[in-house]
Protein backbone atom coordinates (compact mmCIF):
# COMPACT_ATOMS: atom_id res chain seq x y z
CA UNK A 1 0.00 0.00 0.00
CA UNK A 2 1.26 3.57 -0.87
CA UNK A 3 2.03 5.64 1.83
CA UNK A 4 1.42 9.77 1.87
CA UNK A 5 2.96 12.62 4.08
CA UNK A 6 1.16 15.90 3.85
CA UNK A 7 3.31 19.39 4.06
CA UNK A 8 3.29 22.95 3.55
CA UNK A 9 -0.02 23.76 5.90
CA UNK A 10 0.22 26.90 7.83
CA UNK A 11 -1.42 30.46 8.64
CA UNK A 12 -2.24 32.67 5.81
CA UNK A 13 -4.09 35.77 5.51
CA UNK A 14 -6.58 36.05 3.19
CA UNK A 15 -5.91 36.58 -0.56
CA UNK A 16 -2.62 35.08 0.25
CA UNK A 17 -0.79 31.66 -1.14
CA UNK A 18 0.12 28.28 0.09
CA UNK A 19 1.82 25.36 -1.65
CA UNK A 20 0.96 21.68 -0.13
CA UNK A 21 2.68 18.95 -0.79
CA UNK A 22 1.92 15.35 -0.51
CA UNK A 23 5.28 12.75 -0.74
CA UNK A 24 4.56 9.27 -1.63
CA UNK A 25 6.30 5.99 -1.07
CA UNK A 26 5.80 2.43 -0.73
CA UNK A 27 4.14 1.22 -3.60
CA UNK A 28 4.57 2.73 -7.68
CA UNK A 29 2.99 6.88 -7.31
CA UNK A 30 2.59 6.52 -10.66
CA UNK A 31 -0.48 3.81 -10.83
CA UNK A 32 -2.09 6.00 -8.59
CA UNK A 33 -4.69 8.52 -9.44
CA UNK A 34 -4.40 11.43 -6.89
CA UNK A 35 -6.66 13.64 -5.05
CA UNK A 36 -7.00 16.43 -2.49
CA UNK A 37 -9.54 16.58 -0.28
CA UNK A 38 -10.14 18.96 3.27
CA UNK A 39 -12.22 18.81 6.18
CA UNK A 40 -13.31 22.21 8.25
CA UNK A 41 -14.46 21.42 12.00
CA UNK A 42 -18.38 20.22 12.49
CA UNK A 43 -18.44 19.84 8.18
CA UNK A 44 -18.20 16.89 5.92
CA UNK A 45 -14.96 15.88 4.56
CA UNK A 46 -15.04 17.48 0.47
CA UNK A 47 -13.15 16.38 -2.59
CA UNK A 48 -10.88 19.73 -3.37
CA UNK A 49 -9.58 18.61 -6.77
CA UNK A 50 -8.03 14.85 -7.81
CA UNK A 51 -5.43 14.54 -11.00
CA UNK A 52 -5.25 11.56 -12.83
CA UNK A 53 -2.44 8.76 -12.34
CA UNK A 54 -0.05 11.01 -15.72
CA UNK A 55 -1.44 13.65 -15.05
CA UNK A 56 -3.23 14.62 -17.95
CA UNK A 57 -6.64 15.16 -16.97
CA UNK A 58 -8.16 17.33 -13.19
CA UNK A 59 -11.42 17.73 -11.60
CA UNK A 60 -12.02 20.56 -9.47
CA UNK A 61 -14.79 21.31 -6.94
CA UNK A 62 -16.85 24.66 -7.95
CA UNK A 63 -16.09 26.81 -4.79
CA UNK A 64 -11.95 26.24 -5.70
CA UNK A 65 -11.68 26.63 -9.44
CA UNK A 66 -9.67 29.62 -11.28
CA UNK A 67 -8.09 29.68 -7.24
CA UNK A 68 -6.06 26.04 -6.91
CA UNK A 69 -4.16 24.06 -9.44
CA UNK A 70 -3.34 20.37 -8.50
CA UNK A 71 -0.43 18.56 -10.68
CA UNK A 72 2.33 15.74 -9.85
CA UNK A 73 5.75 15.10 -10.09
CA UNK A 74 5.66 11.56 -11.07
CA UNK A 75 9.46 11.17 -11.28
CA UNK A 76 9.74 12.81 -7.19
CA UNK A 77 6.69 10.89 -6.02
CA UNK A 78 5.14 14.05 -5.04
CA UNK A 79 1.78 15.81 -5.61
CA UNK A 80 0.83 19.10 -4.98
CA UNK A 81 -1.77 21.66 -4.26
CA UNK A 82 -0.94 25.40 -5.44
CA UNK A 83 -3.60 27.27 -3.58
CA UNK A 84 -3.60 31.28 -4.58
CA UNK A 85 -6.34 33.96 -3.51
CA UNK A 86 -7.05 32.08 -0.18
CA UNK A 87 -10.53 32.40 1.80
CA UNK A 88 -11.49 31.78 5.54
CA UNK A 89 -14.04 29.38 4.28
CA UNK A 90 -10.60 27.65 2.55
CA UNK A 91 -9.51 26.86 6.28
CA UNK A 92 -9.74 23.35 6.68
CA UNK A 93 -7.42 20.47 7.26
CA UNK A 94 -6.19 19.35 3.96
CA UNK A 95 -5.67 15.42 2.88
CA UNK A 96 -4.10 13.60 0.28
CA UNK A 97 -5.09 10.49 -1.33
CA UNK A 98 -4.34 7.88 -3.84
CA UNK A 99 -6.88 5.74 -5.81
CA UNK A 100 -7.21 3.06 -8.64
CA UNK A 101 -10.39 4.62 -9.80
CA UNK A 102 -11.29 7.74 -11.57
CA UNK A 103 -14.43 8.95 -9.08
CA UNK A 104 -15.59 10.59 -5.89
CA UNK A 105 -14.21 10.90 -2.52
CA UNK A 106 -14.61 6.82 -1.87
CA UNK A 107 -12.41 5.58 -4.75
CA UNK A 108 -9.39 7.13 -2.52
CA UNK A 109 -7.74 4.96 0.22
CA UNK A 110 -5.63 5.25 2.02
CA UNK A 111 -5.32 9.09 3.22
CA UNK A 112 -2.15 10.61 4.96
CA UNK A 113 -2.57 12.16 8.14
CA UNK A 114 -3.32 15.61 7.03
CA UNK A 115 -1.89 19.56 7.27
CA UNK A 116 -3.75 22.20 8.91
CA UNK A 117 -4.28 25.70 6.61
CA UNK A 118 -5.80 28.40 8.76
CA UNK A 119 -6.58 31.67 6.54
CA UNK A 120 -7.40 34.50 8.50
CA UNK A 121 -9.79 37.35 7.86
Known amino acids: QVQLVESGGGLVQAGGSLRLSCAAS????????MAWSRQAPGKERELVAR????????YYTDSVKGRFTISRDNAKNTMYLQMNKLKPEDTAVYYC??????????????WGQGTQVTVSS
Open 51 to 58: ITSAGGST
Open 97 to 110: GAGSFWGGLRYFEP
Open 26 to 33: GRTFSNYH
